[in-house]
Each structure stands twice: as structure tokens, then as C-alpha cells.
């Protein structure tokens, strides 16, 4: 019989160090999900604007660009919450 491993035990090589790197880069930077939204969704306006489909890509592009906003409002948050890491300070 093969021996079950645990999630984290599958998880203890490099993909949990990119787990755990993606989770602080999120914790740090509030409006990276709502940037990454935006991006998605502007492709899929773009998509739906080249199979004719204009009013569809109207309203995904007005959703992305309020994602848009919505991130950089909280990335403006997070920089004044976090402060500029590793800028330099002599300035």
C-alpha cells in the first residue's frame, strides 16, 4: 500500500516557497488581485470586442476599469501603510 503523504508534506519543496512568497508579495501589496482582475477581464473585453460582440466588451471593459481603480487606490493604501521597502533612505 503507498503511503499518503499530507498536503503539506506535497508542499514542502519549492512550490511552498512560492506559496508562501505569493502570500507575503499579497499581504504587502493590497491591489495586486484587483490589477491581475483587471488585466483578465480587459482581455476578455478585447475578446468579446474581435467576435463582434460590442456592448459585452463595453460593460467588461467598465468592470475592469473599476477593478483598476479599486487596485491602485489599495496599492496607494499599502505603500503608505508599508512605507517603500529597500528605497533608499539617504534621499
Given at each position: 500500500?503507498?503511503?499518503r503523504?499530507s498536503i503539506?508534506a506535497?508542499?514542502k ?5 512560492v506559496?508562501?512568497?505569493?502570500r ?7 491591489g495586486a488581485p ?15 470586442l474581435?467576435m463582434g ?9 467598465i ?6 481603480v ?10 503608505l501603510?508599508y512605507?517603500?521597502k529597500?528605497?533608499n533612505?539617504?534621499?
Amino acid at each position: 500500500m503507498p503511503e499518503r503523504r499530507s498536503i503539506r508534506a506535497l508542499f514542502k519543496g519549492s512550490a511552498g516557497r512560492v506559496l508562501s512568497k505569493t502570500r507575503g508579495y499579497l499581504r504587502e501589496n493590497w491591489g495586486a488581485p484587483f490589477v491581475f482582475g483587471f488585466m483578465v477581464l480587459l482581455v476578455v473585453a478585447a475578446a468579446s470586442l474581435a467576435m463582434g460582440l460590442g456592448s459585452l466588451a463595453n460593460e467588461v471593459a467598465i468592470y475592469a476599469y473599476y477593478a483598476l481603480v479599486a487596485g491602485v487606490v489599495l496599492q496607494l493604501v499599502s505603500f503608505l501603510k508599508y512605507g517603500e521597502k529597500g528605497g533608499n533612505k539617504d534621499q
